[in-house]
């Protein structure tokens, strides 16, 4: 699994995560963390996305997410 964090969205307080496995792209957008400052945490961050990776290659090896025509 692969994937790669966008840029933090203050507005709406996450980030656009792109994921590639076995030739499947999914994209979504995922919570992002803040530290204590109430400050964008990016290595929080990218701990959570890779949590949410590991989902989302579950769903991916299940046949739940797939490619579509505009990936």
């Known amino acids: 699994m692969k994937f790669t964090i966008g840029k933090f969205d203050p507005e709406t307080g996450s980030v656009?995560?792109?994921?590639?496995?076995?030739?499947?792209?999914?994209?979504?957008s995922v919570n992002a963390c803040l530290?204590?400052?109430?400050?964008?945490?990016?290595?929080?961050?990218?701990?959570?996305?890779?949590?949410?990776?590991?989902?989302?290659?579950?769903?991916?090896?299940l046949g739940v997410i797939a490619n579509s025509e505009k990936n």
């Open 16 to 28: 656009l995560v792109k994921f590639l496995h076995d030739g499947v792209k999914h994209e979504r």
């Open 35 to 61: 530290g204590e400052d109430g400050g964008y945490d990016a290595a929080a961050t990218k701990a959570r996305v890779g949590e949410v990776a590991a989902g989302v290659e579950h769903k991916i090896a």
